[in-house]
């Protein structure tokens, strides 16, 4: 299998940048399927001085293909996408395969090209989609949302990380729906699973009242200043409440959102009250949920929501935004609340409701630890399989007839 991430590689970092939950995606999603005997070469772009290969785990390598200049921007990359094609294509030459996954527009454009050049099966998953965001008051650039309907036009499987998302590629997209297949993404239970808040908040040396945790990419579409303002208004009632933001700037507005962030805690006289952390490395941040009493997610979208799934496997309840993935992934009343709109008081409600009652918050902690037992990523790497295995004895899509 070949899977195709131009933009940001599954080696990085993710909670800053342009690394996030894709990242997380496909470096367990690889790992799984290599377990389950699947080959998998994984495709990104060369963005600094990284050997060509590198081999992750047995069956599980990353190619970087060299495209455009290192430290391009991601707004940058649509000009360098035939020349990752290019490159691709020739290692493909090489090193033949047998299916594609996209992920993500970018890839989605190469795969397509890949698609046709090799009579391949292209498996597309987008994570978010231009649409979308624009709905949600995050405009994208004509020309990705353009591609992204040339590509799903064209893509034999598109997987979706939610029902809610299949509702959006069929209403705003016209996709097939036969096309669609929900592949929930998945959670390292290992690494996620309830532990003791008072030895998790003696580890990150936080003392005090409730504490409430935001962690992510810092960037408008996350949220993160109804986060700052349900704080400003929990104090009234809960003094001693706290803030803890892990993450990093994202995104062309990423700076000017950590910048709106400082100024809001000031306004808000929450200097005290705030705390930030730089990205965790994934296996150190079950140690971040475990000394939260909430998680707080208020993106204003969200294709699936890892870091609710995250949450509630480490025990907490979760607050979140009433949109796309976090509908299915928190469970309104019983693992946490959903809010709808931006009002902040939606969201000091629900999180007072769960401060207020310490019964309330251990059925809540442990019906979502319950329910996010549920995702695995071996489960999302078969279901994965089963799906390449149903391509192979199909008529591949070919839009140019
Ligand atoms: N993450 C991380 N370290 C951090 C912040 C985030 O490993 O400091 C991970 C987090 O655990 C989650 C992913 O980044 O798996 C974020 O995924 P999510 O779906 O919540 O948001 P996205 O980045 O896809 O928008």
């Known amino acids: 299998m070949a ?20 990242n997380v995606y496909v470096r367990e999603l690889c790992s799984a399927l290599a377990q389950t005997g699947v080959d998998t070469s994984v495709f990104v772009r060369r963005h600094d001085a990284t050997e060509t290969v590198v081999e992750v785990a047995p069956g599980f390598r990353v190619v970087h293909v060299r495209a455009g200049p290192p ?5 940058a990359l649509p000009a360098v996408v035939e020349e990752f094609t290019e490159g691709v294509k020739h ?9 594609l996954h996209a992920n993500y527009w970018l890839s989605g454009v190469a795969g397509h090209r890949l698609k046709h050049d090799l009579e391949l099966p292209l498996v597309s998953t987008f994570h978010t989609l231009a649409r979308v965001k624009a709905e949600t008051g995050d405009p994208e650039p004509q020309r990705r949302s353009n591609a992204e309907a040339e590509v799903i036009a064209c893509s034999d499987v598109i997987t979706a990380n939610s029902v809610t998302e299949v509702q959006q590629l069929a209403r705003l997209y016209g996709a097939d729906p036969k096309r669609i297949d929900v592949v929930a993404p998945g959670i390292d239970g ?25 962690v992510g990419r810092i960037q408008p579409l996350k949220g993160l200043d109804v986060a700052v303002e349900t704080l ?17 700037a994202s995104g062309p507005q990423g700076r000017r959102e950590l910048q ?45 929501g890892l870091v609710a799934l995250e949450a509630a496997a480490c ?8 949109v796309g993935g976090l509908t299915t992934l928190v469970d309104h009343g019983r693992s946490g609340f959903r809010v709808g709109g931006r009002d902040p008081v939606g969201y000091i409600d629900a999180v007072s409701a769960i401060l207020d009652d310490p019964r309330l918050a251990e059925s809540m902690a442990r019906r979502g630890a319950e329910t996010a037992a549920r995702y695995s990523w071996s489960a999302t790497a078969l279901r994965l399989r089963r799906i390449f295995a149903g391509l192979s004895s199909r008529v591949l899509l070919d839009c140019t007839v």
């Open 3 to 22: 899977v195709l991430s131009l933009h940001t590689s599954p080696l990085m970092l993710p909670g800053n940048g342009d690394a996030g939950g894709m």
């Open 71 to 75: 430290d391009l921007p991601k707004e």
């Open 91 to 99: 290692w493909m030459q090489r090193h033949p395969v047998d299916v």
């Open 190 to 214: 290992a690494i996620f699973s309830p532990g003791p808040r008072r030895s998790a908040r003696d580890a990150l040396g936080i003392e005090g009242g409730p504490l409430l945790l935001f």
């Open 232 to 248: 400003a208004g929990l104090v009234a009632r809960r003094h001693d409440a706290q803030l803890l933001v892990v993450g990093g």
């Open 260 to 304: 709106r962030f400082e100024e809001s805690v000031e306004r808000h006289g929450l200097r005290d009250r705030v705390r930030t952390a730089p990205p965790q490395p994934h296996h150190l941040l079950s140690t971040y949920y475990r000394a939260a009493d909430v998680c707080l997610v208020p993106s204003r979208s969200e294709s699936f």
């Open 315 to 322: 025990g907490v309840p979760v607050v979140a935004s009433d």
